[in-house]
């Protein structure tokens, strides 16, 4: 029964969802998208985790219905993609990123589309973020992202990242990272 009502509830929301998907390309015009985004963040409650879960599944490259994204989180560009059973927590921003199965991110999280957005002139003025270099930030299956973390470089499947650590370089699979910036502090070879 559970499972059925989870369904009707899932289609309901991709119906409703549904008019600003289709007013934004389904991702594709890009401030339009990001202004449902930043709509959809602002929705309350479980209402909210269903319409910012549909609203996704419509204009991310790839977004299962089994996840949930709380209050106020939203993604900053439309080239993400979300696994199963991936939980989001409040207050979060995240950017070009794949974020695999069962992966749990604690609230204000920043996930970056990596470290090189703002280049610089000859001169050294910031040329902002339309002459940077935006990267896919991967995040693997069953990861745990600690709560106020800021993530730029990948994170290897099975890997905690402490709360409020900046990942600046990649993280190997099956470790323990904390610090800012992250060290890796526990490996999988270590029990």
Not at 140 to 158: L, N, T, Y
Request: hydrophobic letters at 40%; proline letters at 4%.
């Amino acid at each position: 029964m559970k499972t059925l009502l989870k369904g009707i509830f899932h289609a309901l929301f991709l119906s409703l969802a549904f008019p600003c998907a289709l007013t934004s390309g389904f991702g594709r015009i890009e401030a339009i998208y990001l202004f449902w985004a930043h709509c959809c963040a602002a929705l309350p409650g479980l209402p909210g985790d269903y319409y910012r879960i549909a609203y996704y599944r419509l204009t991310l490259e790839e977004c299962a219905l089994e996840s949930r994204i709380e209050f106020g989180s939203f993604f900053a560009h439309p080239q993400a993609r979300v696994g199963r059973g991936v939980y989001i927590g409040n207050y979060c921003v995240l950017g070009r990123t794949a974020i695999g199965d069962r992966t749990q991110i604690a609230a204000a999280v920043q996930i970056l589309s990596g470290s090189r957005q703002h280049s610089r002139d000859s001169e050294g003025r910031i040329l902002g973020s339309g002459e940077g270099v935006f990267e896919t930030v991967v995040i693997g299956a069953d990861c745990w992202i600690g709560a106020g973390s800021i993530v730029m470089a990948g994170v290897g499947k099975g890997t905690t990242i402490g709360a409020g650590s900046v990942v600046t370089r990649p993280v190997p699979a099956d470790s323990v990272a904390v610090g800012s910036p992250a060290r890796v502090i526990r490996g999988s070879n270590e029990a």
